[in-house]
């Protein structure tokens, strides 16, 4: 079994920034894919972005240039650098790992982004 926490949600002005964490924990030589997710009130949940265990990111196209998905394989951690928030990227924040016929999410952390 593979657990994923996350940490590093907050409230920021726009314009600020945040880093989001994810840790993994358990069997996670088989993860090939970590990423983020978010799901903003009243909208359905949507790929922030995403890192292969070879490093290959991929990301939304609402989130280019501002946002920056890294990872720690020494430390089983995935980062999420988010710099340049705006009111719209308020959302729960959702890290993930996908590996052959599985996947696992965390319980999510609230990024509110005011103006």
């Known amino acids: 079994q593979v657990q994923l926490v996350e940490s590093g949600g907050g409230l920021v002005q726009a314009g600020g920034s945040l880093r989001l964490s994810c840790a993994a924990s358990g069997s996670i030589s088989s993860i090939i894919v970590m990423g983020w997710y978010r799901r903003a009130p009243g909208k359905q949940r949507e790929l922030v972005a995403h890192i292969t265990s070879s490093g290959i990111a991929n990301y939304a196209d609402s989130v280019k240039g501002r946002f920056t998905i890294s990872r720690d394989n020494a430390k089983n951690t995935v980062y999420l650098q988010m710099n340049s928030l705006k009111p719209e990227d308020t959302a729960v924040y959702f890290c993930?790992?996908?590996?052959?016929?599985?996947?696992?999410w965390g319980q999510g952390t609230q990024v509110t982004v005011y103006s």
């Open positions: 993930s790992a996908f590996a052959s016929g599985w996947s696992r």
